[in-house]
Each structure stands twice: as structure tokens, then as C-alpha cells.
């Protein structure tokens, strides 16, 4: 009912940036939150950072001061500006986003991840 779909991954060398979007659609009535996670071979899926429908962000302390995320609630889509990668930032990056669905049922919806390879 909420579909999420991720753009803007590539292959960087590092140092260098990218910026990933991430735009919602689907019977929504309201997002609370959008957030980016990551997902490495063979590691469990951690947190990068979130936003709420506010502008108030939280960061993974790995990640705070080169990543920056940003949303347009009007567009339903979720940015975020990666910089000075390293390779270790080198992972799937999947979209999530939660709210109410238009008959007021709550969702919690994550799009299908964009990859990300840092070289060194």
C-alpha cells in the first residue's frame, strides 16, 4: 500500500559524495518518519539516520558531520547527502517510512535499497 523507491547509489571513490533519494507513494494520509539504514554483506541492517515530518534528525555516530539528511514533506521524499566516504560506507542503503495509511491504519514501509560501493 506504500511503495518506496530508492535512487542516486553508485560507485564513488573515496572521499568523494553522493546523494540518495528515496520518494513514497501509495495511499498515504501522513509520514512521521524517514529514515536511511544500511546493510553490509554478511552484518545486520543498522541505522544512518533519521527525520521527522519536523526536521528533527538523528545520526549513527559513524556517520555524523559527513552525512546529512533532509526531507520534502510535500514530495513524500527523503534525501540524503553522503560525503568523504570511506569504504566501509560501502552497503545497500534501503528507505524507510512510517505513518498512517488514508483509512488510518498505521504502516511501516521499507523500499527495495540502492548499493553503494566506496573505492579506495
Known amino acids: 500500500q506504500v511503495q518506496l523507491v530508492e535512487s542516486g547509489g553508485g560507485l564513488v571513490q573515496a572521499g568523494g559524495s553522493l546523494r540518495l533519494s528515496c520518494v513514497a507513494s501509495?495511499?498515504?494520509?501522513?509520514?512521521?518518519?524517514m529514515g536511511w539504514y544500511r546493510q553490509a554483506p554478511g552484518k545486520q541492517r543498522d541505522l544512518v539516520a533519521t527525520?521527522?515530518?519536523?526536521?528533527?534528525?538523528n545520526y549513527a555516530d559513524v556517520v555524523k558531520g559527513r552525512f546529512t539528511i533532509s526531507r520534502d514533506n510535500a514530495k513524500n521524499t527523503v534525501y540524503l547527502q553522503v560525503s568523504s566516504l570511506k569504504p566501509e560506507d560501502s552497503a545497500v542503503y534501503y528507505c524507510n517510512a512510517k505513518g498512517s495509511l488514508r483509512n488510518l491504519f498505521p504502516f511501516n514501509s521499507w523500499g527495495q535499497g540502492t548499493q553503494v560501493t566506496v573505492s579506495s
Open positions: 527525520i521527522t515530518s519536523g526536521g528533527t534528525t
Open positions: 501509495g495511499s498515504i494520509f501522513s509520514i512521521n518518519a
